[in-house]
T-cell receptor
Framework: DAEITQSPRHKITETGRQVTLACHQTWNHNNMFWYRQDLGHGLRLIHYSYGVQDTNKGEVSDGYSVSRSNTEDLPLTLESAASSQTSVYFC????????????FGPGTRLTVL | AQSVTQPDIHITVSEGASLELRCNYSYGATPYLFWYVQSPGQGLQLLLK??????LVQGIKGFEAEFKRSQSSFNLRKPSVHWSDAAEYFC?????????????FGQGTRLTINP
């Protein structure tokens, strides 16, 4: 069955380190998204991509970057991790731009000490 | 700016009782609306969605939602809850900004079920 996976599921790192969270989908979806989930804020969009080589900033993109070299993967990089980036990160994908459901991965819990 | 409000942060109901979770949105055009459920430690699972047509939408697990344009609401209902329904529920609206699709979420409602 097609799916969307994230790795690692849990990560502890130190302030200042570079961290990369992986997201892989097998639906061949064009669109991929990264969200962070924090208490009191719901899910907020970090970055998104509408296809290979396309990346766009969401509402909370500072300190994060993404790259899209193929359809299946959209890794999220924290260039220099900060304690404020301790959160649960969700990746999602959808087939098209309009009127399309986003399907979510299981999430990565990141702790920055 | 488009927004979604879920007025109830936490709701507790007894098993077998009826449930209604509230969702209000702010969006100028016809909204595309979603309800997702998140079980503890899990990702988000789509319960149902509304794009157009019949304003009463049926979803999985016995849930339904009704779109009311006049009230800018998309409330989620279930006639009889089960202990397995304990989870966090998110309402979301798709917005189109400069050709880009963005999903805006409410803050979520945590549902607790009393035995």
């Amino acid at each position: 069955d097609a799916e969307i996976t994230q790795s690692p599921r849990h990560k502890i790192t130190e302030t200042g380190r570079q961290v990369t969270l992986a997201c892989h989908q097998t639906w061949n979806h064009n669109n991929m998204f990264w969200y962070r989930q924090d208490l009191g804020h719901g899910l907020r969009l970090i970055h998104y991509s509408y296809g290979v080589q396309d990346t766009n900033k969401g509402e909370v993109s500072d300190g994060y970057s993404v790259s899209r070299s193929n359809t299946e993967d959209l890794p999220l990089t924290l260039e220099s991790a900060a304690s404020s980036q301790t959160s649960v990160y969700f990746c999602a994908s959808s087939r098209n731009v309009y009127r399309e459901t986003q399907y979510f991965g299981p999430g990565t819990r990141l702790t920055v000490l | 700016a488009q927004s979604v409000t879920q007025p109830d942060i936490h709701i507790t109901v007894s098993e077998g009782a009826s449930l209604e979770l509230r969702c209000n949105y702010s969006y100028g055009a016809t909204p595309y609306l979603f309800w997702y459920v998140q079980s503890p430690g899990q990702g988000l699972q789509l319960l149902l969605k509304y794009f157009s047509g019949d304003t009463l939408v049926q979803g999985i697990k016995g849930f339904e939602a009704e779109f009311k344009r006049s009230q800018s609401s998309f409330n989620l209902r279930k006639p009889s809850v089960h202990w397995s329904d304990a989870a966090e529920y998110f309402c979301a609206v798709t917005t189109i900004i400069q050709g880009a699709q963005k999903l805006v979420f409410g803050q979520g409602t945590r549902l607790t079920i009393n035995p």
